[in-house]
Structures are given as structure tokens and as C-alpha cells.
């Protein structure tokens, strides 16, 4: 099975897709960047199903380079898959953690039967990880995961990260 790999510049929260992806923390229950905009735009049913995973199989919360889904509320999309992407440090190296995300986000994908898959650039923004690696991890995790997804699309906020996704898709 073939994925295809596109780049977009926009808003997350615009996309039509099967699934799209959150940069969320291990909270569940909201926050800043991409994961403030879900919210925002997906309103109070996606906020309801995290709440709902916190007191069922979540407690503690999401752990890092994990994912889960939820409903999509009023996205354009049939779910969302909330990832934690690792904090950025220059003194560790927490690669593995943010390529688990892509590919455990895949694999929620698989299991639901999305076919079509928006991420942002995980950890990019708050978590402070550097738009190159980033990009270098996701682009190189996705190519390489076994997954029935048909359309993986990195839709990528401003015209900066455009490029850098671009260059580093080669
Ligand atoms: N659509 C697409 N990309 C976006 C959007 C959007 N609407 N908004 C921001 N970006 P971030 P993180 C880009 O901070 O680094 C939250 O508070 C942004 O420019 O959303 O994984 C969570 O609750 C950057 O390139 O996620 C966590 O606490 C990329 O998306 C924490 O931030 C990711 O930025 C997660 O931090």
C-alpha cells in the first residue's frame, strides 16, 4: 500500500481528513497552539471525550509519544488523535519519542480505518524542537511506518515551516 506525502501552509483546524492530528499534552485537557485551536473550533464534545478518557483507561494521563482518539466535534474530520510530543532538550536526546508519535498516531489511524491523515509539526511550537529536525523525524518516521493510511498531509502553519518541510522532503 502506498502513502502518499503531501505539504500544506494553513490552519489545522481547516482541514477535511479522516483524522486529524493534535500536538496535545499529556493532560488531555487542552492548551495553547494547535491543541488551543482544536478546541476552539471543534468545541465542547472533543473536551468532553478527553475528560471522559482521564477518568476511564487515562488517569494519569497521556504518557509522551503516545496517542488516543476522540471524537472530532464540529472539525471537518470523523476524529482526532491526541499525541504528546517531547519537550525539547539540547542535553537529551528525545528523537525516539517524537518519531513514536507519528507512528503511534498512524497506528490509532490503522485501527479506526482512517485513511486520510493531517499532522502538525509536533513539538515545533511550545515544546520548542527545531523546524528542521522536526521535520526530518516526521517526514523519515512516516515514510518508513507500515500503515494502510492512503494521504498523510503535514499541514504546516506558516510559510518558514513550509520551506523547511519542503527542503527536508528532498
Ligand atoms: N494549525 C497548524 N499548525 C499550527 C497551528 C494551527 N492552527 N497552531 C500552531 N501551529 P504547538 P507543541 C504550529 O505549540 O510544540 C500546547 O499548549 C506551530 O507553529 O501547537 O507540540 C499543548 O497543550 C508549531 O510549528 O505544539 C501542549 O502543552 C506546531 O504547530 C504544547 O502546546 C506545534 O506547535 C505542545 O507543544
Not at 47 to 52: D, G, V
Not at 60 to 75: N, R, S, Y
Request: glycine share 10%; charged share 20%.
Amino acid at each position: 500500500m502506498t502513502t502518499t506525502l503531501t505539504l500544506v501552509q494553513g490552519d489545522i483546524t481547516r482541514q477535511s481528513a479522516d483524522a486529524i492530528v493534535n500536538a496535545a499534552n499529556s493532560s488531555l485537557l487542552g492548551g495553547g497552539g494547535v491543541d488551543g485551536a482544536i478546541h476552539r473550533r471543534g468545541g465542547p464534545e472533543i473536551l468532553a471525550a478527553c475528560r471522559a478518557l482521564r477518568a476511564s483507561h487515562y488517569g494519569k494521563g497521556l504518557a509522551t509519544g503516545q496517542a488516543v482518539a476522540t471524537t472530532a466535534g464540529a472539525l471537518d474530520a470523523r476524529w482526532v488523535i491526541h499525541t504528546v510530543g517531547p519537550v525539547w532538550s539540547a542535553t537529551e536526546d528525545r528523537s525516539a519519542l517524537l518519531s513514536s508519535c507519528y507512528r503511534e498516531s498512524l497506528r490509532i489511524a490503522d485501527e479506526l480505518g482512517a485513511r486520510t491523515v493531517a499532522f502538525p509539526a509536533i513539538s515545533t511550537g511550545v515544546y520548542g524542537w527545531p523546524m528542521d529536525d522536526g521535520a526530518r523525524i516526521a517526514l523519515d518516521t512516516v515514510r518508513t511506518a507500515r500503515t494502510a493510511v492512503r494521504e498523510v498531509r503535514f499541514v504546516l502553519f506558516d510559510d518558514a515551516a513550509h520551506r523547511v518541510f519542503e527542503a527536508a522532503m528532498g
